[in-house]
């Protein structure tokens, strides 16, 4: 079965503009997951999304943001782009949010 | 909220030797502990998990184990090769349907 699919792969934007990335999960899973990777603070967790609904925040500010569709595909905004929200920014996955979270191959955000 | 912590940053071994990467978590509700392998510019994907009514797992030349008193557990591979050669994550999930937190990961380095 397919993978988790995240688009675009790279991402090139400028400081104060905003941007969209999608996830795609895998087929019957309903949990959607965010995370930000950064070299020096490992994986952060920005947000997860269970049946269109937020279920869980992290402590990210409020230019970040989420949503989830009827389909279980996710999408994150990060709005007002600064410098420090380059990153490597990845979903996953999982059937409720438990267990077996599989990740996607992420989104490379390079802001300039 | 969850912390968990990871030691070492780096772990340098000879192929056939074993390591050894230990995490330490912060949450005594925590139920889950999976482990995710990271080749460079791939995937974070997941090698082996273990959960709390368990003390250890094995798949072939890997091992988890579960120290619940001492809330820490800790990823073993035997017999080394230089594909081994990634990032290694650990994640601690408490009860219900919270998110799983990550350490900072542990850099493994095999040489021939």
């Known amino acids: 079965k397919a993978g988790v699919t995240q688009t675009p792969r790279y991402l090139i934007k400028t400081r104060g503009q905003q941007v969209t990335l999608s996830c795609s999960p895998i087929s019957g899973h309903r949990s959607v997951s965010w995370y930000q990777q950064t070299p020096g603070q490992g994986l952060q967790f920005l947000f997860e999304?269970?049946?269109?609904?937020?279920?869980n925040k992290g402590n990210f500010p409020g230019r970040f943001s989420g949503r989830q569709f009827s389909n279980s595909r996710s999408e994150m905004n990060v709005s007002t782009l600064e410098l420090g929200d380059s990153a490597l920014y990845l979903c996953?996955?999982?059937?409720?949010?438990?267990?077996?979270?599989?990740f996607g191959s992420g989104t490379r955000l390079t802001v300039v | 909220g969850e912390n968990v912590e990871q030691h070492p940053s780096t772990l340098s071994v000879q192929e056939g030797d074993s390591a050894v990467i230990k995490c330490t978590y912060s949450d005594s509700a925590s139920n889950y502990f999976p482990w995710y392998k990271q080749e460079l510019g791939k995937r974070p994907q997941l090698i082996i998990d273990?959960?709390?009514?368990?003390g250890e797992k094995k798949d072939q030349r890997i091992a988890v184990t579960l120290n619940k008193t001492a809330k820490h557990f800790s990823l073993h591979i035997t017999e080394t090769q230089p594909e081994d050669s990634a990032v290694y994550f650990c994640?601690?999930?408490?009860?219900?349907?919270?998110?799983?937190?990550f350490g900072k990961g542990t850099m493994l380095l095999v040489s021939p």
């Open positions: 994640a601690a999930r408490n009860s219900g349907y919270s998110t799983l937190t």
């Open positions: 273990i959960r709390s009514n368990v």
């Open positions: 999304y269970f049946s269109e609904t937020q279920r």
């Open positions: 996953a996955s999982s059937l409720m949010g438990d267990y077996g979270y599989t």
